[in-house]
């Protein structure tokens, strides 16, 4: 059975740090690409974060500098290092995979997150609440 298994969410004033991990299951995870979305109440589903071969990343313009992704695949594990976090940082954290590094990750998905068919695999979700 497949699983990804979200933890590390959390609520934490402006400016503040969170490390969100990731633990996978049931595939291979070191020829997967993985990364991380986000979605906020009434907002579409945003890429936050992707990585393939622990040097193969992407971040968004909006966490740049302050988000940092990597992977453990002795541990099945990615992760998403938040630092200087903001209020609009505010999200469920969706942790998705996908077992060909060749399929294109969107930047905005319309709708829930997890209803996408572009992915292979998604996990539940984590709350991140940043407060002012």
């Known amino acids: 059975e497949v699983q990804l298994v979200e933890s590390g969410g959390g609520s934490v004033q402006a400016g503040g740090s969170l490390r969100l991990s990731c633990t996978a299951s049931?595939?291979?995870?070191?020829?997967?690409?993985m990364g991380w979305y986000r979605q906020a109440p009434g907002n579409d589903c945003e890429l936050v974060s992707t990585i393939y071969n622990f040097h193969d990343t992407y971040y968004a313009d909006s966490v740049k500098g302050r988000f940092t992704v990597s992977q453990d695949n002795a541990k099945n594990t990615v992760y998403l290092q938040m630092n200087s976090l903001k209020p609009e940082d505010t999200a469920v954290y969706y942790c998705a995979a996908d077992r060909s590094r060749d399929v294109g990750w969107i930047s905005k998905i319309s709708g829930n997150c997890r209803s996408y068919y572009g992915r292979d695999y998604w996990g539940k979700g984590t709350l991140v609440t940043i407060s002012s």
């Open positions: 049931g595939f291979t995870f070191e020829d997967s690409k």
